[in-house]
């Protein structure tokens, strides 16, 4: 394949790129192929084979923990930024003669930055604020915190169950129970 200056290629593949929700990024066989300059044909080749009679590629995939069958389904839902890595790796320094200068290059630019985080970066990704998991407290949490600040004896009893149940029902809504008048 033809050698393109790697910015040239970067520019090019863009639209084949996807970041997922979680920030994992997957490209298309084309763009891979173009930062191993190597034909998309090697590589479908490459991943059909994983099944059969694997190649070398394919057992370096599989080694990091790829089945073959995820090989297989690459050609449709694209190839993980992890397997990207793991290509690029393949075709700079394992491919014996069909090792490429493109995928050095393409090897050594990522090697500071890292797949993922340049998809991230190209895609304009950034983590979702919603995912950020706090943990809900308990029940038992929430009763024996309120209870230990206003049961000092100085509070009456029915106003600090009362106090309880109303910040229950704010934590769970789903056990609020309605009145009927």
Known sequence: MTQLPLN???????QEIEIDIQGHGKASIRATARLAGV??????????SANLEPSELAIKLMEQGFSGANLSDWSGIGIPDIAVSTI??????DAGR???EQAKLAYK??????IRTWMQQIKGWQESKE???????????????????????????????????????????QLKIRWKQ
Do not use: H, W
């Open 8 to 14: 040239n290629i970067l520019q090019q593949i863009q």
């Open 39 to 48: 034909s998309d044909m090697a590589l479908r080749k490459a991943f059909n």
């Open 88 to 93: 690029l790796e393949y075709f700079a320094f």
């Open 98 to 100: 069909y090792c490429t």
């Open 109 to 114: 630019a990522f090697a500071a930055v890292g």
């Open 131 to 173: 995912y950020v998991n706090l943990q809900q407290p308990s029940v038992k949490d929430i009763s024996e915190a309120i209870s230990s600040v206003f049961c000092m004896g100085t509070v009456e009893p029915n106003l600090v169950q009362g106090l309880i149940a109303n910040e229950i029902g704010k934590a769970y809504p």
